[in-house]
């Protein structure tokens, strides 16, 4: 069965490094997402991408954060720099139409 | 403003018993709606969905129901088994310029024992 993939599963930083996260989609899914889940809440849009263009990031803390999807398939999410606040799982997922598919997640901590 | 709540922080359940799952939502404009599994350290896993122009779905043990009046869906897992304990999320789509983009509640501790 097919499946976002994604990595690291975990990353531990200082505050002020930068970090990044990859993610993988379910091949042929045009678009993707990522998302912030922090503890004891649903996880959170962070920004969204219709092949390499994106759709949604009104959310997402331009300041610090970033994302790509150069060629519309695979997508890298980068912090710089990160916060203490930034600690959360990021989630990717990808979908044909109205349901989603979520990866495995990266657990950041950030120190 | 949380426009989906799950008020029920959590819910525990005898194995072989019935499992309902609530979810409230105050935007009209959501007409897709889903539930999500999620155990510790994994990512969510989708369960089940239903349209606004339904108002029940059902696939094996997991019923979906939405009620759009009260704005409100409920997840019923019959018979509920150990392996059920997770955080149950659920999820609504607004469709349109919104198309794909999901607002989720807080989720809620589903614990089954055996």
């Known amino acids: 069965e097919a499946e976002v993939a994604q990595s690291p599963r975990y990353k531990i930083t200082e505050k002020s490094q930068a970090v990044a996260f990859w993610c993988d989609p379910i091949?042929?899914?045009?678009?993707l997402y990522w998302y912030r889940q922090i503890l004891g809440q649903g996880p959170e849009l962070l920004v969204q991408f219709q092949d390499e263009s994106v759709v949604d990031d009104s959310q997402l803390p331009k300041d610090r954060f970033s994302a790509e999807r150069l060629k519309g398939v695979d997508s890298t999410l980068k912090i710089q720099p990160a916060e203490l606040g930034d600690s959360a799982m990021y989630l990717c997922?990808?979908?044909?139409?109205?349901?989603?598919?979520f990866g495995p997640g990266t657990r950041l901590l950030v120190l | 403003d949380q426009q989906v709540k799950q008020n029920s922080p959590s819910l525990s359940v005898q194995e072989g018993r019935i499992s309902i799952l609530n979810c409230d939502y105050t935007n009209s404009m959501f007409d897709y709606f889903l539930w999500y599994k999620k155990y510790p350290a994994e990512g969510p896993t989708f369960l089940i969905s239903i349209s606004s122009i339904k108002d029940k779905n059902e696939d094996g043990r997991f019923t979906v129901f939405l009620n759009k009046s009260a704005k409100h869906l409920s997840l019923h897992i019959v018979p509920s088994q150990p392996g059920d304990s997770a955080v149950y999320f659920c999820?609504?789509?607004?469709?349109?310029?919104?198309?794909?983009?999901?607002?989720f509640g807080q989720g809620t501790i589903l614990t089954v024992h055996p």
């Open positions: 999820a609504v789509n607004a469709g349109g310029t919104s198309y794909g983009k999901l607002t």
């Open positions: 091949s042929g899914h045009a678009t």
């Open positions: 997922a990808s979908s044909l139409d109205r349901g989603q598919y």
